[in-house]
T-cell receptor
Framework: SAVISQKPSRDICQRGTSLTIQCQVD?????MFWYRQQPGQSLTLIAT?????????ESGFVIDKFPISRPNLTFSTLTVSNMSPEDSSIYLC????????????FGPGTRLTVT | AQSVSQHNHHVILSEAASLELGCNYS??????LFWYVQYPGQHLQLLLK??????LVKGIKGFEAEFIKSKFSFNLRKPSVQWSDTAEYFCAATGTASKLTFGTGTRLQVTL
């Protein structure tokens, strides 16, 4: 397994501002992902964070709105840019220890409220 | 398109009752199936997984799930629930790309 931490755990932000969420893993991992869980809904994959290259975004998510960095095998950031109240969600990072395992481990999440 | 559906949105059971939560998937090719649980105030945890082999898989805390390929189902079961099983349960699936697709979740409430 892996121990995953996220910062901040929660934040309240004003419309039009940006927030960067950090995800730190205690060991090197193959893949890192970012998900969004909107109130009362399930988890939706935003993007796959690729080490040393641009993230791979899912349909409906774009780099300008959700820029992602992954400078090494244990750390990634997700920025929520130019926020609106619709961005109020829990944002989670997850990691895949190896491609053959398919098991993803999730961080505790960042609860974002946009006013 | 790949999808996972959970038909039970909110289930209320008394302690010691048996549990079965439905999960159906629509996936082309090889599929790997998971059940995750999210206890109140805690993060998502893996309950059990199916990759191949025995279609009846056992997970933590007495949970099990059965993969029925002909029905595209992966239902979660527990013979006797406890109050501490109160949580939200998510069925999820992935193919070879390792990207998880989640169902909408089932909120389980166990009463004393």
């Amino acid at each position: 397994s892996a121990v995953i931490s996220q910062k901040p755990s929660r934040d309240i932000c004003q419309r039009g501002t940006s927030l960067t969420i950090q995800c730190q893993v205690d060991s090197q991992v193959t893949m890192m992902f970012w998900y969004r869980q909107q109130p009362g809904q399930s988890l939706t994959l935003i993007a796959t964070a690729n080490q040393g290259s641009e993230a791979t975004y899912e349909s409906g998510f774009v780099i300008d709105k959700f820029p992602i960095s992954r400078p090494n095998l244990t750390f990634s950031t997700l920025t929520v840019s130019n926020m609106s109240p619709e961005d109020s969600s829990i944002y989670l990072c997850s990691v895949l220890l190896s491609r053959s395992s398919y098991e993803q481990y999730f961080g505790p999440g960042t609860r974002l409220t946009v006013t | 398109a790949q999808s996972v559906s959970q038909h039970n949105h909110h289930v209320i059971l008394s302690e010691a009752a048996s549990l079965e939560l439905g999960c159906n998937y629509s996936y082309g090719g090889t599929v790997n199936l998971f059940w995750y649980v999210q206890y109140p105030g805690q993060h998502l945890q893996l309950l059990l997984k199916y990759f191949s082999g025995d279609p009846l898989v056992k997970g933590i805390k007495g949970f099990e799930a059965e993969f029925i390929k002909s029905k595209f189902s992966f239902n979660l079961r527990k013979p006797s629930v406890q109050w501490s099983d109160t949580a939200e349960y998510f069925c999820a699936a992935t193919g070879t790309a390792s990207k998880l697709t989640f169902g909408t979740g089932t909120r389980l409430q166990v009463t004393l």
